[in-house]
């Protein structure tokens, strides 16, 4: 059982998991995959609010937050050259921390991505009523959501294609209004190129003219709009020559930051002083607007549409996967393990687009501002997530330097003080959430989120720790004590590692 063996081939000739998944992501996908998951409608209509609360020094939050999430990423890259799974993370909260947290974690993540699929859905319906005002944004929503889950039926290599497509658009805009803006700003063409200064960044109260408290505040909206960006880690397990694609995809994560969230601040903050954005406004529609382009509004609003499918179609794809992923656990329906001929779960698919279904059916009675709360909450799911992400790597290098687990070869460097560092900035963000009113709503939810997830685990227990011991007899070993020298990269049916 010590050797590595390459999974084995389909019918025609593509490699698939242990578990029936196709390995059909390229390395074009994956990169634009960590692109779209890196920018996202949080940049678009969220740096608004950001800049109107912090002024310029918004780019440094950003820059700081990018630092945080490059290291979680390096992190889960570490994890994933280890043991690629598609569960991602959930998977190694249940083989680091325990079944407890792996359930939690699991149902967590998949409950944060429904919300986040019910918001996206609703947002897309209000951006066709921009063109379409007569269609009901309901009709909107649930004609997206069945395009969506029909695209995620077929093969794993169409959900790539799409979201290569939909991350490409996000980038296009982004580096047409940096180079658009730089130029303006250059050759100062137009109103907006002559009143161009970088003094901006300075002028009209300093760097942080509503005091440094509205910046540590500004964290939570920076921090919501990097939410996605670990969904890479759900890419693992389909992804052609992963130990190579994943790590030069990772590694891409600093420069990503700095072209696409700071080179594109520093441009809006040199055309336009911080005083010209306002929380609700998209500052790219502002820009665009001001230097001339026709049809700037369409044009972005096209731009947030795509942003919103693409959340939406990665959360399905996400939700597949872990639903299958916690089916094979023995933590959901047992159906929801299987994939069909296209090598795709499709029963969990089915069922993660239905449980979305519930924001058509509330897009009619839920106010606006409901949606601004179920952001609050769906940011507290990416910390949790962050949060397992380093705990699970801290504990897999401890296991590492008594000889329990392979090594592996892409390493986060400074490894302890690093993850010290992340856990103590995600504490802070999570406190800082008590600090404004719209978000508060998401520390009142957090007992009542915990609690149902703490009841569920307590009610599947008995089957988790009778599939424990059944993985046990199976290879005649004491439960949970499998070494990692019996645990081939890979294998997910392996039983969890402990202490």
């Known amino acids: 059982m010590g050797t590595t063996t390459p999974p084995p081939p389909s019918a025609h000739g593509v490699e698939l998991t242990d578990d029936g998944l196709a390995q059909s992501l390229t390395k074009r996908h994956i990169r634009m995959i960590a692109v779209g998951g890196a920018i996202g409608v949080?940049?678009?209509?969220?740096?608004?609010?950001?800049?109107?609360?912090?002024?310029?020094?918004?780019?440094?939050?950003?820059?700081?937050?990018?630092?945080?999430?490059?290291?979680?990423?390096?992190?889960?890259?570490?994890?994933?050259?280890?043991?690629?799974?598609?569960?991602?993370?959930?998977?190694?909260?249940?083989?680091?921390?325990?079944?407890?947290?792996?359930?939690?974690?699991?149902?967590?993540?998949?409950?944060?991505?429904?919300?986040?699929?019910?918001?996206?859905?609703?947002?897309?319906?209000?951006?066709?009523?921009?063109?379409?005002?007569?269609?009901?944004?309901?009709?909107?929503?649930?004609?997206?959501?069945?395009?969506?889950?029909?695209?995620?039926?077929?093969?794993?290599?169409?959900?790539?294609?799409?979201?290569?497509?939909?991350?490409?658009?996000?980038?296009?805009?982004?580096?047409?209004?940096?180079?658009?803006?730089?130029?303006?700003?250059?050759?100062?063409?137009?109103?907006?190129?002559?009143?161009?200064?970088?003094?901006?960044?300075?002028?009209?109260?300093?760097?942080?003219?509503?005091?440094?408290?509205?910046?540590?505040?500004?964290?939570?909206?920076?921090?919501?709009?990097?939410?996605?960006?670990?969904?890479?880690?759900?890419?693992?397990?389909?992804?052609?020559?992963r130990e190579k694609v994943l790590p030069k995809a990772i590694n891409s994560i600093p420069w990503r930051v700095g072209i696409f969230y700071v080179g594109s601040l520093l441009v809006l903050l040199t055309l336009f002083p911080w005083t010209e954005f306002h929380a609700g406004e998209s500052p790219f529609v502002k820009a665009l607007t001001h230097i001339g382009l026709p049809a700037a509004g369409s044009i972005m609003n096209f731009v947030v549409l795509t942003s919103a499918l693409s959340s939406c179609s990665s959360g399905l794809f996400s939700n597949g996967r872990l639903l299958k992923r916690l089916a094979a656990d023995g933590v959901a329906p047992s159906r929801f393990a299987t994939v069909n001929k296209g090598h795709v779960p499709a029963g969990a698919i089915l069922a993660s687009g239905a449980a979305m279904m519930i924001g058509v059916l509330v897009n009619a009675i839920v106010p606006e501002q409901a949606f601004v709360y179920i952001s609050s909450v769906a940011t507290l799911g990416a910390i949790w997530s962050w949060t397992v992400i380093i705990v699970c790597h801290m504990i897999y290098r401890r296991r590492l330097a008594r000889g329990e687990v392979h090594e592996s070869w892409f390493k986060l460097p400074f490894a302890t003080p690093l993850s010290w560092l992340v856990i103590a900035f995600l504490a802070f963000v999570t406190v800082i959430l008590g600090f404004d009113a719209d978000n508060r709503i998401a520390l009142y939810a957090m007992p009542i989120w915990a609690a149902a997830l703490i009841g569920g685990y307590l009610y599947a227990k008995p089957k988790i720790a009778a599939r424990e011991a059944a993985a046990a007899a199976a290879s005649h070993k004491p439960a949970l004590s499998t070494s990692a020298a019996e645990v081939r990269p890979g294998d997910e049916s392996a039983p969890r590692l402990v202490d």
Request: avoid cysteine; charged fraction near 10%.
């Open 42 to 241: 949080g940049l678009f209509l969220g740096a608004g609010a950001g800049i109107a609360k912090a002024g310029p020094a918004l780019i440094a939050v950003y820059a700081i937050t990018g630092v945080i999430i490059y290291i979680i990423m390096r992190a889960l890259g570490e994890l994933l050259i280890y043991r690629p799974v598609s569960g991602s993370f959930a998977e190694y909260a249940r083989e680091f921390m325990g079944p407890a947290y792996g359930f939690i974690t699991g149902w967590g993540y998949w409950t944060t991505w429904t919300v986040i699929g019910m918001a996206e859905i609703t947002a897309a319906g209000i951006y066709v009523h921009y063109w379409f005002p007569a269609i009901p944004q309901y009709v909107t929503a649930l004609v997206v959501l069945i395009a969506l889950v029909l695209l995620n039926l077929l093969k794993v290599g169409a959900f790539g294609e799409a979201e290569f497509w939909f991350a490409s658009i996000k980038v296009v805009a982004i580096l047409g209004l940096i180079i658009g803006g730089t130029l303006v700003a250059v050759f100062s063409i137009g109103d907006a190129g002559v009143n161009s200064t970088i003094a901006h960044l300075w002028n009209h109260g300093g760097a942080a003219p509503n005091g440094w408290m509205a910046v540590l505040l500004a964290f939570q909206i920076v921090v919501f709009s990097y939410q996605g960006v670990e969904l890479i880690g759900m890419t693992a397990a389909e992804t052609k020559d």
